[in-house]
């Protein structure tokens, strides 16, 4: 029994070794910044519909109309809004080949008060500029999420008035209101970053950010789609650093 249990153990810690000797890359990243949020809900078809349906007919009684396009001037409905952005990220390399996978913990882009898990899949490479210690990286690949701001903080934080969007915060928590709170996007990153140390085991920077929404209307209208600036701080966790050899990475090599 206990050979059966060790056996695969020892199997899983070896290869992960040599995957290290061959340049398997592991990054933690700490990221801020913000970004905008172009979720594009149509609201008459939400519930706050409802909400607007009960301010109309207190409205009537008094002998007054009110409009929907009243309801969406008094609460200043917005069909995009930006937010703070703040989490953990890590990446995943192997050598030279242009392939990495990466893992999130952020914030939500509905509601900095909110995190979001995803995981992407994708093809990029950074390239080292003269200098020898900067570098720019593109990068593009499939993210799936899953944002546990996306719906009622969706709709609260769309309301421009601060009284009202303070109301609603408080006492609008409908489930999924605006569906299953699950994305698939495309993603695409750029960016600028530093090296710092001899070895190279830390760097920073700038990241320019894109996720575009790529699930069905069919299963969700409103959109996860943002865009947004960011700044990083990245740790090598796993495998060799890497130095300038005249074209992009190389393995770390010490000097004999």
Same mark, same amino acid.
């Given at each position: 029994?206990?050979?059966?249990?060790?056996?695969?153990?020892?199997?899983?810690?070896?290869?992960?070794?040599?995957?290290?000797?061959?340049?398997?890359?592991?990054?933690? #990243?700490?990221?801020?910044? *913000?970004?905008?949020?172009?979720?594009?809900?149509?609201?008459?078809?939400?519930?706050?519909?409802?909400?607007?349906?009960?301010?109309?007919?207190?409205?009537?009684?008094?002998?007054?109309?009110?409009?929907?396009?009243?309801?969406?001037?008094?609460?200043?409905?917005?069909?995009?809004?930006?937010?703070?952005?703040?989490?953990?990220?890590?990446?995943?390399?192997?050598?030279?080949?242009?392939?990495?996978?990466?893992?999130?913990?952020? *914030?939500?882009?509905?509601?900095?008060?909110?995190?979001?898990?995803?995981?992407?899949?994708?093809?990029?490479?950074?390239?080292?500029?003269?200098?020898?210690?900067?570098?720019?990286?593109?990068?593009?690949?499939?993210?799936?999420?899953?944002?546990?701001?996306?719906?009622?903080?969706?709709?609260?934080?769309?309301? #421009?008035?601060?009284?009202?969007? *303070?109301?609603?915060?408080?006492?609008?928590?409908?489930?999924?209101?605006?569906?299953?709170?699950? #994305?698939?996007?495309?993603?695409?990153?750029?960016?600028?970053?530093?090296?710092?140390?001899?070895?190279?085991?830390?760097?920073?920077?700038?990241?320019?950010?894109?996720?575009?929404?790529?699930?069905?209307?069919?299963?969700?209208?409103?959109?996860?789609?943002?865009?947004?600036?960011?700044?990083?701080?990245?740790?090598?966790?796993?495998?060799?650093?890497?130095?300038?050899?005249?074209?992009?990475?190389?393995?770390?090599?010490?000097?004999?």
């Amino acid at each position: 029994m206990i050979k059966k249990f060790f056996t695969p153990v020892l199997f899983i810690l070896l290869f992960c070794s040599q995957l290290q000797a061959q340049q398997l890359k592991v990054d933690l #990243g700490c990221n801020f910044g *913000s970004s905008l949020l172009m979720h594009q809900t149509r609201f008459e078809a939400t519930k706050l519909w409802y909400l607007w349906d009960y301010d109309r007919q207190l409205f009537e009684k008094h002998g007054l109309d009110y409009t929907w396009d009243d309801f969406e001037a008094d609460h200043e409905l917005r069909k995009s809004f930006i937010q703070p952005r703040l989490g953990f990220s890590a990446v995943i390399t192997y050598g030279k080949l242009p392939f990495f996978a990466l893992v999130e913990y952020m *914030s939500s882009p509905s509601s900095f008060r909110k995190m979001t898990m995803g995981g992407t899949i994708g093809v990029g490479q950074d390239f080292y500029l003269p200098t020898k210690v900067d570098y720019v990286g593109f990068k593009g690949g499939y993210k799936f999420v899953r944002d546990f701001g996306y719906g009622s903080q969706t709709i609260a934080n769309s309301i #421009g008035d601060k009284e009202l969007r *303070s109301n609603i915060a408080v006492f609008f928590n409908p489930s999924d209101p605006l569906g299953a709170p699950i #994305g698939k996007l495309f993603v695409f990153q750029g960016g600028y970053g530093h090296f710092f140390g001899e070895e190279q085991h830390i760097s920073a920077g700038l990241e320019f950010f894109g996720d575009l929404d790529l699930t069905p209307l069919t299963e969700r209208e409103s959109r996860m789609t943002n865009f947004g600036v960011q700044c990083f701080i990245r740790f090598r966790l796993m495998g060799g650093p890497s130095v300038w050899n005249g074209d992009i990475y190389a393995p770390y090599r010490v000097k004999s």
